[in-house]
């Protein structure tokens, strides 16, 4: 009878929980679009406006004391909201870790306006981020009105968060695995039953804005022959360098930036102008780059313009984002994928004579191969660039060229491009007891030397208490002589504040074990 009520009471847990994610990804979804939508006419007048300063050179230099007006406003926008810098993907993340705290409905209004202003204007900057933050403090905002408890809050800005991303992108699968691989890198049955309804119900929302069209529809893609695939391998070397060099040169901006001497505020002022003389010679390849990807898919470039194009999107999507204007790199990261694709499949043409109509394949799984590389998430690559190319035939390629571009990432000492920037966003910050206990789940691995140990011989950190272990549908409370095993979820209780240090803490210990145990039989 017991077992009975506590199932009972499960599967009402989860009901509510849907139910919940539906409302989160309906209003995230609402938000998202209006953002989406607003960004699209504004690139699309933008646009129309350079192709007319063709005509009337001169009218650029008022035009450039307007693009000034725009910077100093984003400018004023981050200095009263500095969380509303950049992607916003970092600043979700530690909040999730109990890093940061935001001012859910500050962030909400100012990074809308702030990332219209900024991605609208033609940066090469990308509206995923932006979108993501915007549904996370979505979910944020309904967790506050509605009193949750701090992990249920978690489980409401994670659910945001995939709302956001399903909407920008039309791509619910995508924004649940981001949520998992990415933001909390383990599988929790009420975040993935949560965020999976907010995502659909988001896209529902989108699909109503939009159409059905995938973002990046490319029609008639061939299949790879099964002979080329060592040239995947090729690719997914050459992507996984790339994405390493990508990394090195992002995470050095602030120093760049810091040599121009203007307020960190008033950075924008560079990329908002020298968006000028950009915008008039190539008014059609302005903003994230989705254009691009859908040219490359439709028509071949000639070599030449695909590596002026790549070191061109290269270098201001830098200059942009570098800028901490609140744009993200989601985009820009696919369309730099997408022309070193389309360069590999060029050289391939010319040199080795393969099919001209292959290189939109190349292009295809190298969107996916630089992203994984980049961001270290090959699931959320490899779904995402099916969902947004509209087509599910070619995941086996993507896996490889994703697989081999993450292993040489990997090799070279790449760290995930999210990961490494909240790094430096709490650089000197110290946890601090915040008061708000919180319960995080922490997965027992494989690879852990967790899996087979009784709780009494883990050397367990301080500041915690492990409260329940859920294996499946159940959860058994803890006693010294309980056995965790793998796929275990440990349940436990902490200081908000501590929650990171905690999971640290515990990973650190658990592969130690693992590392001194393999020594002692080496040994």
């Not at 699309?44 to 350079?50: A, D, G, I, S």
């Not at 981001?178 to 975040?191: K, N, Q, R, T, Y």
Request: aromatic content about 10%.
């Amino acid at each position: 009878m017991k077992n009975e009520h506590e199932i009972k009471r499960l599967d009402s847990t989860k009901v509510i929980f849907i139910l919940k994610g539906v409302l989160i990804g309906a209003l995230a979804g609402v938000v998202v679009s209006l953002f989406r939508l607003l960004i699209e006419k504004i690139m699309t007048h933008v646009v129309t406006l350079y192709l007319w300063f063709k005509i009337n050179p001169l009218w650029m230099i008022p035009w450039a004391l307007v693009m000034l007006a725009i910077a100093f406003i984003v400018g004023r926008l981050m200095k009263s909201e500095p969380n509303i810098k950049g992607s916003g993907i970092p600043q979700v993340e530690g909040t999730l870790q109990g890093e940061i705290k935001l001012n859910w409905f500050s962030i909400l209004w100012k990074k809308f306006i702030g990332g219209i202003l900024s991605v609208g204007s033609g940066l090469f900057l990308g509206r995923e981020g932006p979108s993501i933050q915007l549904g996370a403090m979505v979910g944020q905002g309904f967790s506050e009105y509605t009193q949750a408890s701090t992990s249920e809050k978690k489980i409401f800005i994670s659910s945001g968060a995939a709302a956001g991303l399903s909407a920008a992108f039309n791509a619910p699968i995508a924004g649940l695995l981001f949520v998992i691989e990415e933001v909390h890198h383990h599988f929790s049955p009420l975040i993935w039953l949560t965020s999976l309804t907010a995502a659909l119900t988001a896209n529902l929302v989108s699909l109503n804005f939009f159409g059905l069209k995938p973002v990046l529809f490319i029609a008639n893609v061939p299949s790879l022959p099964l002979k080329y695939y060592g040239l995947l391998l090729l690719l997914g070397v050459i992507l996984g360098i790339l994405g390493y060099v990508y990394q090195v040169v992002l995470l050095a901006l602030p120093k760049l930036y810091k040599r121009s001497h203007l307020p960190e505020h008033l950075y924008g002022i560079i990329p908002f102008l020298l968006i000028i003389p950009v915008a008039f010679f190539f008014p059609h390849y302005l903003g994230g780059g989705n254009q691009i990807v859908l040219a490359i898919g439709e028509k071949n470039f000639s070599l030449a313009l695909l590596i002026l194009l790549f070191f061109l999107r290269f270098i201001f999507s830098m200059v942009s984002y570098g800028a901490n204007l609140p744009g993200g790199i989601f985009l820009p990261i696919l369309t730099l994928g997408a022309l070193i694709g389309g360069i590999y499949g060029t050289v391939l043409h010319q040199w080795l004579g393969i099919d001209p109509l292959l290189i939109s394949d190349f292009a295809i799984f190298a969107m996916a191969g630089y992203f994984t590389a980049i961001g270290k998430a090959p699931l959320t690559a490899i779904i995402l660039v099916t969902e947004m190319v509209g087509n599910i035939t070619h995941l086996m390629p993507l896996a490889v060229c994703s697989l081999t571009a993450y292993v040489i990432n990997d090799l070279l000492g790449g760290n995930p491009i999210y990961e490494s920037l909240l790094e430096r966003l709490l650089a000197g910050h110290t946890p601090s007891i915040t008061g708000n206990k919180t319960i995080i789940e922490i997965p027992v691995t494989a690879e852990s030397s967790l899996d087979g140990m009784m709780v009494r011989d883990f050397n367990w950190p301080d500041e915690m208490l492990l409260i329940s272990i859920r294996r499946g549908s159940a959860e058994i409370l803890t006693h010294g002589d309980t056995v965790m095993k793998v796929g275990d979820l440990l349940m436990i209780l902490t200081d908000e504040g501590h929650t990171q240090k905690i999971k640290q803490q515990i990973h650190k210990r658990s592969y130690a074990a693992i590392s001194k145990k393999q020594e002692a039989i080496r040994g």
